[in-house]
């Protein structure tokens, strides 16, 4: 029932956004601003009277927040999109001389950059010790991999509110939005991984996805045979290659419903994502209206109420990013196909595009299983156990590593705001990396 209330309340929203028509936020395509939507939000929020810190931050507040330092890298597809990605810079780090790994970390559906690091206000620079990285324990993946010596880079998909630029289209029409998990993929992911490996002198990154940045890593490796080359380890935490599951979240989606909506024309889910988020935020500070805020955030993503910070939630709720109406409209098909296929244009389409009636799968089977890192969860409403055992049996051989967290109330949300991030997730992270590293030393 609860779901149920959650999804007409999200439904309105998208309703009044789509009478709206094609919105991009006002400004956003200047890349003057790092973020011309959260500057605007930022405003918004100032008009109902109360902020907080991290409140509607950039990623670059964030990071100087925590005495790091950052670089904004913009990187330009091969399809013309210009993402802007950024690179925390640890200055003790630099001191010590040493040559650090770069690690890039895709972040979900709905996201940015901003996933990695606003879990708590913790995740602080630390000094190094004789030239060693000091211990850490913060809930924050991206700060603590750069407190422990790692050149850590974030990217920001097309569409986002940080990478709504291209060298030929304008995000005001249509065409910009043509795009969905698919080339996100192929184009984003591949151009900043051969851009970070250029600029940092490394031939092999280390490279993590989270949700949805799974699924641009499984599309990626198994369309372009032989790209996981450049990858020393790809760790997937919820691994989404197939969503057919209906016991978790996707069986209370009212599929017909959203795919209509979704149909109506191309551009961004939310239109207005600044006035959206910053709506969301103001309703969450209110400690009256947390259970709704709750609820709206819990029904979509799936939380453990016990591990949230609930004073909290309006910092998630106003970092909540865009995507395109039609990325939604391919998880739509992803959810009743159950695997992963190429976006399904109806059948004189798509045998013009891949010569039969029904989209191709991509094979899995494909790709190098023994550079995969599995990091799941038992009460994940995305990434369900079913979910996770499908894309287990569509490989060649066992993962590398398969960790199952051991929280049997760990669900899909509370990878990035659990207050025990460090233990369930992050440990888990750093110690595959180690491992890997340590391995290809001896
Ligand atoms: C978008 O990127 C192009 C190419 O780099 C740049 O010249 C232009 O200034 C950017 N557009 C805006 C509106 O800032
Ligand atoms: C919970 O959030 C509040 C508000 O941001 C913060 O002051 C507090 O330190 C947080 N607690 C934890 C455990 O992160």
Not at 73 to 88: A, K, P, S
Not at 134 to 161: H, Q
Not at 360 to 381: C, R, T
């Amino acid at each position: 029932m609860a779901q149920f209330l959650v999804f007409i309340a999200f439904f309105c929203i998208l309703l009044v956004n789509a009478s709206y028509g094609l919105i991009v936020d006002e400004n956003s395509v200047s890349v003057a601003s790092t973020n011309p939507t959260l500057a605007e939000e930022q405003e918004f929020i100032q008009l109902t009277g109360k902020t907080g810190p991290d409140e509607a931050a950039t990623c670059g507040q964030l990071i100087e927040s925590r005495g790091f330092e950052y670089e904004a890298h913009y990187v330009t597809t091969e399809d013309g999109y210009i993402l802007q990605n950024f690179r925390i810079i640890n200055r003790y780090a630099r001191e010590s001389g040493k040559k650090l790994k770069p690690i890039l970390l895709l972040h979900p559906l709905f996201g940015s950059c901003s996933v990695w690091m606003f879990n708590s206000p913790g995740g602080h620079i630390k000094p190094w010790i004789n030239g060693h990285p000091p211990e850490d324990n913060s809930a924050e993946l991206a700060f603590l991999l750069a407190n422990l010596g790692y050149d850590v880079w974030m990217i920001n998909v097309r569409g986002t509110s940080y990478s709504t630029n291209h060298t030929h289209l304008n995000p005001k029409d249509p065409e910009f939005w043509d795009y969905s998990f698919y080339e996100i993929g192929i184009y984003d992911v591949t151009a900043t991984v051969e851009y970070i490996k250029k600029e940092t002198g490394f031939e092999t990154i280390i490279i993590v996805g989270y949700s949805q940045g799974t699924i641009q890593l499984l599309i990626q490796m198994s369309a372009i045979p032989g790209y996981d080359k450049n990858y020393d380890l790809v760790i997937l935490i919820t691994p989404i290659g197939f969503l057919g599951d209906k016991s978790g979240t996707v069986g209370a989606l009212p599929i017909p419903l959203l795919r209509q909506l979704f149909s109506l024309r191309n551009g961004p889910v939310p239109p207005m994502s600044a006035i959206t988020a910053g709506s969301l935020a103001a309703l969450c500070e209110r400690p009256l209206l947390t259970p709704v805020c709750i609820s709206i955030s819990g029904g979509l993503l799936g939380f453990d109420p016990q591990q949230m910070n609930v004073s909290r939630t309006y910092v998630y709720a106003s970092l909540l990013d865009r995507t395109s109406n039609k990325n939604l409209l391919h998880y739509l098909q992803f959810i009743e196909t159950d695997h992963l296929r190429y976006f399904d244009y109806g059948e004189d389409k798509n045998y013009e595009l891949y010569g039969s009636a029904e989209p191709p799968e991509f094979p899995f089977y494909k790709m190098n299983p023994k550079k995969l890192v599995f990091i799941s969860g038992l009460n994940d409403q995305l990434a369900t156990p079913i979910n996770v055992q499908n894309l287990r049996n569509s490989l060649c051989d066992r993962v590398d590593t398969d960790h199952v967290i051991t929280d049997p109330y760990f669900n899909h949300g509370d990878i990035v705001i659990a207050k025990d991030a460090f233990p369930y997730i992050n440990d888990i992270v750093v110690r595959s990396i180690e491992e890997k590293i340590l391995h290809d030393e001896l």
